[in-house]
């Protein structure tokens, strides 16, 4: 068994990639795109003039002189997706299956499925695979803008790409676009029939359903509590099972709880939730923001608190910010970066706005809102306890959908749509995407609010807010960066392993200076670090056989007295289906006498051979056999009762050699009395 | 090993399911529903026999709910309350969302309408729920280490699941009712293909005969006449091809009702269906698409409900709707509101209290329990032309459609609505499905004029009619069932016994399966599978999986191969590759059982291996050699005073393909090989394995050494018999 981890990730929109290959086959962990890479070009210049000018003066401009990074430094093009690059090193058509971990994790896919030779089969639990499509769609939808502003792209690859202007990009940003060791960047947007296509290859699954893959995996995904849908996997094979850890949350407010009751007992752990280290900082406060101690007195309050009621209160605190801004006459702007987050935001802020009775309008401006929203009122399979005591009450699962129709929510897929229009009034909350601030709506609402100072603009603390503003600045509206658990806090991973149990984990290479296991004896402890592969022992050191009952009760046990050992010849069909391996009885049983050769050990004695052999009515002489130099303990009985025939006894064979068969059968069975053998 | 089925309910009768199934000392009870028809003790399932103690949590390791209906979910308040069971219960996410629904609602008629003690509280019937455990579908839920089940989409009524149990090695299929075709609002049952000890499987009473029994309103001079004029209107709207199939599909069915109906329809659509094409293709028809057509009588069926509906609101008549507060009343309101929405008609369909516009929003959360078709519309749910229904609406004039509960017409509001309207000659009371034997229901089905209820008469007059589809499966949705799953036995529950016997036979004698169908409070013990665990080595499976190729000449009997023209000399070879696993289970002290490939055991052992062989140097008269094979040798062969070994081995080759029919003969130039046999030529003077003396002497003697293991002696004597003539008496 090998694992390589291909790329570590960052945060939540940013999963971490592996492949394992387990049984033979190569098992690819997540495809998630890097969006944070979408930074580097410029969101969609407010009028053509200004791009054309900045494209003429550019190479003029641009020094290899570092300094401050403007706005004019990015890139002016349709954006380019960064995916996995050390994917690229495998061979596509290698990958047998792929399994995806969150909506995040499937970003990449397109990318993947569209490249020659995938052939690959694709798990997604079902929630996962829906909203990730939407995600996608979304994203299509939103390059779209830019594909119209700049034209289909030139056919010998983008101006930008070619290697003088990557030359001339600012260091910040070519380490962004480039990585740390100067290689490409993913590839240009899919399109949608490339989605159409990546989807038609998922087969979907339900949280515990068993899937079968070539009869010898058994794959099963089990809640992660990250988002909805999300997902840690076990593979169960007849050698052992193996879990994947993505991800995890111990109490989410909207996806169903981590699942760790069924990862219990595993062999293996692969340990892949990364998130861990970057949450100790928790939540910081970009400089942009005005109140920073009340944030931090916040925090430490809470430190101690229950996780759950932890990301309930950092909602309320986005909450009363928003409520706070509306107030004083400003809009907020929230980018919708997790779909669980965005559920909650807008029941939390349409409690917030009840209790102060504002009556501020809520607008959710996206391509695929509507159709998320309604699906999401249908999963209660997905959902977290409290939420599915909403189906069991016959309430709607998210207050979303009442918000709705109350008109107190409104639902457009575009900026320029003419309800949405009609509709307008400010101050209002803006849900809309995207959070990396170059695609969709959000770009024309921040250039309309980012000279008001009343106005907020809500981030994750996973962007880089400096940069993911830049293009905006002069900016004077206030920017809240928050962080919501993208997985596990570190505290918790050694009691949770405790519980667990398995023989082996893998963990990052990085942790080994943050989660000691030296006190730990009950398993052992692997690290692993980007780019390099590690051979994994076998979990067992044999594999599970089921031997049907009607070949068991046929067994002929023979009693090895010197080795305390009871042995038996087995003889069926073997069968390896849904991970087992199954003996089971020989369609025609006609030929149950022994047709392959008896295997016999031991040394024969020649005394004990004439005993035998008198016993039998054989009677001969031994002759010390001269011949054969090497094997010195060799010897040949020579009989002359009651036929002639000769037995050549060596030390690893013997050739018994006689005219008529029933004297030789009669020989054998002299021989086998004295030879140990089954 | 072996499984206990307990038959608590449900066994040759219909109603109150239960099922309590040991499997290796698991204990699992499937269903705990009530019998609708009684009031006395035998309304439950006779739980006492579970455990006489009445320790029902040490007794059984958890309930499995299949659906919401009241005999499958009915008795469970009383027997986790008032019985005092308190272990899990498994139930699908929209059985447990809905089940509290149906409970409440008949225990509300109970008490509303009976007077009677109520056998459980509303509150009973909380606590019960906070009791269960939701499962999705597919969903393999571990209940402790050795249990696991799993439920699969059943179709029926939303929510409705097959569930598998697995104990150890034995499992097992409980169904619950299923269908086995989709229909409006959900689709087919979907199960995998599992191994099975046991498919305790629901046989239902109302098969697909009683489809098509329709009581009929006084209008209407014969049966034949009603029917026509429905299917009249029916064609009207549909395809010529799709009457065709449905016509052709009447026809083929045993009932004589049918065969005159049929006849009806013929005579009236000439067009459609001629008489010559129809008897050269009736046939084909039958065979081909017989699956195809029971989802087409259940679309032209709900076809008839509509029509009938309109039919009657249009002539300013009133429709009265009885159903149970969930599933039947949500199924068919999406056929009405569609239809009403396309043929933009005006008049209200009315909820009434008990049913509930409420159950719409569960309806929606649950979407993805439905069919692919209502799911892909997101607002199939949201009914535009449904509204509440008041009581002061009741004698209003106009023209309305209203569904009340309960079903069946027991009592409550239905009853009361029924009281009202039954006496117009305008009005309609659609009754959807089955009604059991008692109720009012039941009495207008089976064509009653006067009803009397509660000392007053009512003179019904309003027409009455059956709705025909029944989402329950027949008997060849079980038969498709059975023989996909291969179970090694069958149990039938969930029928009448007369019926259920039939069925039994089938299975028995079609498909080869042991059946049987106890009564209620008897026991069936089948035996199970269980397997002999072992590890398995590398070398071993290797060994398993590695070809076993074995050629063999085509006999007599393969003579017949198609496109194999095959010319003299060049015999079509066969290539078989049954793979055998051999290997050799050790068991040592204290260790588990361990399968290995033999050379693995050697060196556990850490002997070496000592074979037996045998070795003849066989005698061959090479004139007579010669002779065999003269038709190809010319006499210049007979250079054979100095034996060239190669010539000699091919010589003995030809000889021996021709006297041997089985193992595969490798000629190696210098030796020749048939399996272990080995044989070459010997020139040694003294041969220590030349046993037979005074042939030395023959002038035109060859000697062949050979050797072979004991495995093969029998083939080895056979090919030295052959060489040494001894077999065969030449001429």
Not at chain 1, 556 to 574: P, V
Not at chain 2, 136 to 156: E, F, N, P, S
Not at chain 2, 275 to 280: F, N
């Amino acid at each position: 068994m090998k694992f390589t981890c291909l790329c570590q990730g960052g945060g939540f929109n940013f999963p971490p990639c592996h492949i394992l290959n387990v049984s033979g086959f190569h098992v690819l962990f997540d495809c998630p795109l890097d969006l944070s890479a979408l930074t580097v070009f410029s969101p969609l210049p407010n009028d053509f003039y200004k791009a054309i000018c900045k494209e003429n003066s550019d190479s003029q401009n641009r020094q290899k002189v570092e300094k401050p990074l403007d706005a004019n430094d990015l890139i002016f093009a349709e954006p380019w997706y960064k995916t996995v690059n050390n994917l690229h090193l495998w061979n596509v058509s290698f990958i047998d299956v792929v399994l995806i971990s969150s909506p995040m994790g499937m970003l990449g896919l397109p990318f993947l499925t569209r490249m020659e030779g995938f052939s690959a089969k694709i798990y997604i639990t079902e929630a996962a695979a829906r909203i990730g499509q939407l995600m996608m769609e979304e994203l299509i939808c939103m390059n779209m803008e830019y594909r119209q502003f700049y034209g289909a792209e030139e056919s010998s690859g983008p101006q930008w790409m070619k290697w003088e202007e990557l030359e001339l990009l600012p260091s910040a940003l070519r380490k962004i676009a480039l990585g740390e060791d100067g290689s490409e960047l993913g590839g240009g947007c899919p399109c949608i029939a490339h989605v159409k296509d990546c989807i038609s290859k998922v087969q979907t699954l339900r949280f515990g359903e068993e899937a079968c893959y070539n009869g010898i995996l058994i794959i099963k995904a089990f809640s992660s509590g990250l988002d909805i849908g999300a997902c840690n996997w076990i593979i169960s094979g007849a050698k052992g099972n193996i879990a994947y850890i993505s991800g995890s949350n111990f109490a989410s407010g909207h996806a169903m709880d981590f699942d760790y009751r069924a990862i219990q007992g595993s062999d293996l752990i692969l340990y892949s939730d990364l998130s861990s280290l970057d949450s100790t900082e928790d939540i910081d406060q970009s400089s942009f923001s005005d109140d920073n101690n009340n944030w931090e007195e916040l925090m430490n309050s809470l430190s101690n608190y229950d996780e759950s009621v932890e990301e309930m209160e950092k909602l309320a605190f986005i909450c009363s910010c928003a409520i706070d801004s509306v107030k004083a006459g400003g809009s907020v702007l929230i980018p919708i970066n997790r779909v669980g987050v965005f559920l909650q935001l807008l029941e939390q802020i349409a409690i917030f706005m009840e209790c102060s009775s504002l009556k501020i309008p809520i607008y959710i401006i996206s391509s695929v809102a509507e159709e998320l929203l309604a699906y999401t009122n249908t999963i209660p399979e997905w959902l977290c306890k409290q939420r599915q005591e909403k189906l069991f009450s016959g309430d709607p699962l998210f207050a979303h959908v009442k918000l709705i129709k109350e008109k107190k929510i409104h639902v457009f897929p575009a900026v320029h749509s003419p309800k949405l229009l009609m509709n307008w009034q400010e101050p209002c909350i803006v849900f809309s995407p995207h959070w990396s601030l170059r695609l969709g709506p959000t770009i024309h609402l921040l250039r309309r609010w980012s000279g008001d100072h009343n106005s907020l603009l809500v981030l994750e603390n996973e962007v880089d807010a400096e940069l993911a503003v830049l293009p905006f600045k002069p900016i004077s509206m206030k920017v809240l960066q928050c962080s919501f658990l993208s997985g596990k806090k570190l505290q918790k991973v050694q009691p949770l392993l405790k519980i667990l149990q398995p023989k082996l984990v893998l963990f990052p290479e990085e942790w080994r200076t943050h989660v000691s296991f030296s006190d730990v004896t009950s398993f052992s402890v692997s690290h692993y670090s980007e780019n390099e592969t590690i051979h994994i022992p076998s979990l067992k050191e044999s594999a599970e056989l089921e031997i049907a009952a009607d070949i068991a009760s046929k067994f002929q046990w023979r009693m090895l007295k010197q080795k305390k050992l009871n042995i038996t010849r087995l003889k069926g069909r073997l069968f390896v289906n849904h991970g087992k391996h199954q003996l089971l009885p020989e369609n025609e049983p006609g030929g149950s006498s022994q047709t392959r050769p008896f295997l016999h050990w031991g040394s024969p004695d020649p005394e004990n051979l004439l005993a035998e052999l008198s016993k039998m009515g054989i009677n001969g002489s031994v002759e010390r056999c001269m011949t054969d130099a090497e094997s010195e303990d060799g010897f040949t009985v020579k009989v002359q009762d009651p036929e002639k025939s000769m037995i050549e006894v060596r030390a690893a064979v013997t050739v018994i050699s006689a005219a008529d068969k029933n004297l030789a059968s009669r020989i054998v069975k002299a021989m086998e009395n004295i030879l140990e053998g089954i | 090993m072996a499984i206990d089925c307990l038959v608590l309910g449900a066994g040759q009768e219909v109603g109150k399911s239960c099922v309590v199934v040991t499997i290796n000392g698991k204990r699992i009870m499937f269903d705990c529903g009530m019998h609708m028809a009684y009031n006395d003790h035998r309304q439950y399932p006779d739980f006492s026999r579970i455990s006489k103690s009445c320790d029902f949590n040490n007794a059984i390791d958890c309930i499995v709910i299949t659906h919401f209906h009241l005999d499958h979910i009915g008795a469970l308040p009383y027997f986790t309350e008032i019985c005092g069971y308190n272990g899990p219960i498994y139930m699908t996410y929209p059985t447990r969302a809905l089940a509290p629904i149906m409970l409440e609602d008949y225990r509300k008629v109970l008490v509303d309408r009976r007077g009677e003690v109520e056998q459980f509280t509303s509150d009973h019937i909380a606590e019960c729920m906070k009791k269960v455990i939701a499962v999705d579908l597919k969903q393999t839920v571990q209940v402790d280490k050795d249990l696991q089940i799993r439920a699969y989409y059943a179709g029926h009524v939303l929510g409705a699941a097959m569930f598998y149990a697995k104990v150890g090695d034995s499992a097992m299929v409980y169904t619950g009712d299923y269908n086995m075709t989709p229909d409006r609002h959900l689709g087919a049952a979907r199960i995998d293909r599992l191994q099975l000890d046991l498919l305790i499987t629901d046989f239902d009473f109302h098969g697909i005969c009683l489809v098509f029994q329709f009581t009929f309103c006084k209008c209407y001079n014969s049966e034949i006449e009603y029917r026509n004029s429905l299917f009249i209107d029916y064609a009207a709207a549909v395809s010529d091809t799709v009457d065709y199939i449905i016509v052709s599909y009447l026809i083929s069915l045993p009932c004589p009702e049918m065969e005159a109906l049929a006849f009806g329809l013929r005579s009236t659509y000439a067009t459609t269906v001629r008489d010559s094409k129809y008897a050269r293709e009736r046939e084909f028809l039958k065979a081909a698409a017989s699956s195809v057509l029971h989802t087409a009588v259940a679309s032209i069926l709900s076809f008839v409900v509509i029509i009938v509906v309109h039919k009657c609101v249009a002539g300013g008549g009133k429709v009265l709707i009885p159903a149970f507060a969930l599933g039947r009343a949500q199924e068919l309101c999406i056929l009405l509101d569609d239809y009403w929405e396309r043929m933009n008609l005006r008049v209200p369909i009315y909820f009434s209290a008990g049913l509930t516009i409420q159950a719409n929003m569960y309806y929606k959360m649950l979407i993805s329990w439905t069919s692919q078709k209502v799911k892909e519309t997101y607002n199939a749910f949201d009914f535009k032309n449904v509204h509440n229904f008041d009581r002061s609406l009741i004698d209003a004039p106009g023209p309305c459609v209203l569904f009340a509960t309960p079903g069946m017409l027991t009592g409550g509001f239905s009853l009361e609505v029924f009281k009202h309207w039954a006496p117009s000659e305008m009005n309609l009371i659609t009754l959807p499905g089955y009604c059991l034997a008692g109720t009012i229901g039941n009495k207008l089905m089976s064509g009653n004029p006067t009803i009397e209820l509660e000392g007053t008469k009512i003179d019904v007059r309003c027409q009455i009619h059956q709705l025909a589809f029944s989402p329950h499966t027949d008997g060849k949705g079980i038969m498709d069932l059975v023989k996909f799953l291969s179970p090694q036995h069958v149990i039938l529950v969930h029928g009448e016994k007369p019926k259920m016997a039939t069925l039994k036979e089938r299975i028995q004698s079609e498909l080869g399966i042991k059946c049987c169908d106890p009564a209620n409070n008897e026991s069936v013990c089948i035996p199970s599978t269980h397997y002999v665990k072992a590890g398995a080595s590398d070398a071993f499976i290797r060994s398993c999986l590695n070809p076993n190729f074995q050629f063999l000449k085509s006999g007599s009997e393969e003579k017949s191969v198609s496109g194999s023209k095959c010319t003299e000399g060049t015999l079509p070879l066969w290539i078989k590759d049954e793979r055998v696993a051999e290997g050799i289970l050790v068991l040592e002290k204290s260790e588990k059982a361990k399968v290995v490939h033999q050379d693995e055991l050697l060196l556990m052992l850490g002997e070496k291996r000592h074979e037996v062989q045998f070795a003849y140097c066989c005698p061959v008269n090479v004139d007579e050699l010669e002779k065999f094979t003269t038709t190809s040798l010319t006499p210049t062969a007979r250079m054979l005073r100095d034996p060239n070994k190669s010539s000699l081995i091919r010589l003995l080759v030809a000889k021996l393909s021709r006297k041997l029919s089985e193992g595969n003969i490798q000629d190696f130039g210098e030796h020749l090989q048939v399996e272990s046999f080995h044989l070459s030529v010997c020139l040694k003077d003294t041969c220590p394995y030349r046993i037979t003396n005074g042939l030395e002497d023959k002038p035109r003697t060859a000697f062949f050494c050979c050797t072979w293991s004991a495995a093969d002696d029998k083939l080895a004597r056979k090919i030295i018999s052959a060489m040494e003539n001894r077999d065969l008496v030449e001429t």
